[in-house]
T-cell receptor, first 113, second 116 residues
Framework: SQTIHQWPATLVQPVGSPLSLECTVE??????LYWYRQAAGRGLQLLFY??????ISSEVPQNLSASRPQDRQFILSSKKLLLSDSGFYLC????????????FGPGTRLTVL | AQSVTQLDSHVSVSEGTPVLLRCNYS??????LFWYVQHPNKGLQLLLK??????LVKGINGFEAEFKKSETSFHLTKPSAHMSDAAEYFC??????????????FGAGTRLAVHP
């Protein structure tokens, strides 16, 4: 069966510090990968998606970047965090074939102070 | 373009009573529809999905949803609420994007409270 991991689970960082969040998927090959952000009391915002190694598309302009160095690894980064980067970050995967359902990781709670 | 409207931002029920969470969608073609549940500080879990097969879809934890094309609705129901059902529920439609993947369009969410 497929599993998706995210770490760390929680993170408190000062403004201006760098960020690296990692997501890995097990039990599947060639998945589509996604990063979402969920701000407090708000819905999910798609930040990035990837259909293959090294292929990253950004949905919204922002202070963040993403990379996919391996087939089942997806990394979310920032060089300098802003207060507005605080939120709950979710990684998800979907199969290339299929009806489009995505499977979500446990999330990372980021607080920028 | 696809869109989803969840008609209630908050629903409160007593334990053991039925649950109804309402969702209407807009789609230019036959959609794929999903319900996800999110417990506090957790990821989203897929409850069920509709993919143009049977209109009544059964999911996990006793939930089910009925696809009604004439009403463009996909309401989520459960006969008897349990305390552990308290969570945020998202109705979602899949939109075939130009980027080579199925983009998910999320509703705003319905927070379900279950009282003893």
């Amino acid at each position: 069966s497929q599993t998706i991991h995210q770490w760390p689970a929680t993170l408190v960082q000062p403004v201006g510090s760098p960020l690296s969040l990692e997501c890995t998927v097990e039990g599947t090959s060639n998945p589509n990968l996604y990063w979402y952000r969920q701000a407090a009391g708000r819905g999910l915002q798609l930040l990035f998606y990837s259909v293959g190694i090294g292929q990253i598309s950004s949905e919204v302009p922002q202070n963040l970047s993403a990379s996919r160095p391996q087939d089942r690894q997806f990394i979310l980064s920032s060089k300098k965090l802003l207060l507005s980067d605080s939120g709950f970050y979710l990684c998800a995967w979907s199969a290339l074939a299929g009806v489009g359902e995505q499977f979500f990781g446990p999330g990372t709670r980021l607080t920028v102070l | 373009a696809q869109s989803v409207t969840q008609l209630d931002s908050h629903v409160s029920v007593s334990e053991g009573t039925p649950v109804l969470l309402r969702c209407n969608y807009s789609s230019s073609y036959s959609p794929s529809l999903f319900w996800y549940v999110q417990h506090p500080n957790k990821g989203l879990q897929l409850l069920l999905k509709y993919t143009s097969a049977a209109t009544l879809v059964k999911g996990i934890n006793g939930f089910e949803a009925e696809f009604k094309k004439s009403e463009t609705s996909f309401h989520l129901t459960k006969p008897s609420a349990h305390m552990s059902d308290a969570a945020e529920y998202f109705c979602v439609v899949s939109d075939r994007s130009s980027g080579g993947y199925n983009k998910l369009i999320f509703g705003a969410g319905t927070r379900l409270a279950v009282h003893p």
